[in-house]
C-alpha cells in the first residue's frame, strides 16, 4: 500500500528537502505540499493523506491550530509535527489537538521514512530524542485531572500497568520485562486500552495517563 503524504511547512527549501527524501522511496507518495495550517486544512479536505507532516511555527495559520484543521477536515489522516529543541511551548496545544507524534527536524533521512511509516501503520511516534521532555512539559501543565480518573475504572488491573509504563517512555519489549509478561501480550493489552479509552494511538494513550493521573511529572519505570 501506498502512503499518502501531505508536506507543510513556510519554507519551500525543506519541503523540496522533504519530497526528496520521501519520494526515493517505493512505498511513499507525496500528494500536496502546503505554506501554512490554513491551506493544510484544506488540502486536507481534498486529498485525504494518510500522514501529514506539519512544521510548527508558520505565518498566518501555525502547525497547532493546522493540526486541528487537518483532522477536522480528514479524521483519518494522522499529523506529525516537525520539532526543534526550543519549542516546548507548542507541546501541550499539539498534543491536546491530536497529532499522533513528533520529530525533530534534524532527524536522519532514516528516522524520518521509518515514523512516517510508524504513523502509517497506527502507531504514535515520540521521538526518542524528546520523549521525555514533551511528556513531562505536557504533564506539567495545569489542569483538572481528578475527574478523568473515572475513564480508568474500564481498565483491568494489568492494563493499568501497562499503560502506566508506556507512558513512561518504555517500549512493548520492555514493558514485557518489566511485567514479565510475552511482548505478544503487551501488544494485546495496547490494543485494548486504545480500543476501551478510545484513543487513535500510543501518543494519545501517553496524554491521558497523565490527564487521569496514573502517572505523574518526574515518574520513571524504576519509581
Excluded: C, W
Aim: charged share 25%; glycine share 8%; proline share 4%.
Amino acid at each position: 500500500m501506498t502512503i499518502r503524504v501531505l508536506l507543510v511547512d513556510d519554507e519551500a527549501m525543506v519541503r523540496v528537502g522533504l519530497r526528496m527524501v520521501l519520494t526515493a522511496e517505493p512505498d511513499v507518495e507525496v500528494v500536496g505540499e502546503a505554506s501554512d495550517g490554513d491551506l493544510a486544512g484544506t488540502m486536507a479536505a481534498q486529498l485525504r493523506p494518510d500522514v501529514v507532516l506539519m512544521d510548527v511555527r508558520m505565518p498566518r495559520v501555525d502547525g497547532i491550530e493546522g493540526a486541528r484543521r487537518v483532522l477536522e477536515a480528514s479524521p483519518s489522516s494522522r499529523v506529525v509535527v516537525l520539532t526543534t529543541f526550543g519549542e516546548d511551548e507548542y507541546v501541550e496545544g499539539a498534543l491536546r489537538a491530536g497529532v499522533s507524534g513528533f520529530l525533530l527536524k534534524v532527524s536522519t533521512p532514516e528516522q524520518l521514512v521509518a515514523a512516517v511509516r510508524t504513523v502509517a501503520a497506527g502507531g504514535g511516534l515520540l521521538d526518542p530524542a524528546v520523549t521525555l521532555r514533551v511528556i513531562e512539559s505536557f504533564a506539567a501543565a495545569p489542569g483538572p485531572r481528578t475527574a478523568r480518573s473515572r475513564d480508568l475504572e474500564v481498565l483491568t488491573l494489568r492494563e493499568r500497568d501497562v499503560l502506566s509504563l508506556v507512558a513512561r517512555g518504555l517500549s512493548n519489549a520492555e514493558v514485557a520485562a518489566e511485567l514479565y509478561l510475552g511482548e505478544a501480550t503487551v501488544k494485546t493489552h495496547v490494543s485494548s486500552i486504545l480500543a476501551k479509552l478510545g484513543l487513535r494511538d500510543r501518543v494519545q494513550a501517553v496524554v491521558a495517563a497523565y490527564e487521569t493521573g496514573l502517572v505523574r511529572a518526574g515518574d520513571r519505570a524504576d519509581s
